[in-house]
């Protein structure tokens, strides 16, 4: 059985998010959120409430018969969103522009065979 959620519209950076999303993948759902726990980066904390709302998923879908101890991380991706374009004025009236980014993760939790 598989589990997904989504993230949209994350206002991060998806290069800064696809390094931690690095560190997760194909990790047990315990041992995951202990690494995302313990790392001093702020794309961790978003990372870490998606993989805790994939875990709700799973046992709401399941209607609580699957066991959390056995579910793994079997995709994490990261794609970019959209960018919102800004301007921030400069010396002589010229203007330079300000990319502000956003990002997509998306997070699939499958039962370990046994």
């Given at each position: 059985m598989e589990s997904t959620a989504h993230l949209r519209f994350l206002r991060m950076s998806p290069r800064k998010l696809?390094?931690?999303a690095a560190l997760v993948r194909g990790k047990p759902v315990e041992a995951a959120l202990n690494i995302l726990k313990f790392t001093p980066r702020a794309a961790?904390?978003?990372?870490?409430?998606l993989i805790k709302s994939a875990v709700a998923n799973a046992t709401d879908k399941s209607k609580?018969?699957?066991?959390?101890d056995t579910l793994y991380v079997k995709t994490i991706s990261v794609d970019q969103g959209p960018t919102q374009r800004r301007f921030m004025p400069r010396a002589m009236g010229r203007a330079?522009?300000?990319k502000k980014k956003t990002a997509h993760v998306h997070v699939v939790l499958a039962e370990a065979k046994k």
């Open positions: 696809s390094t931690v961790a904390l978003p990372v870490e409430k609580g018969q699957v066991d959390v330079t522009p300000i």
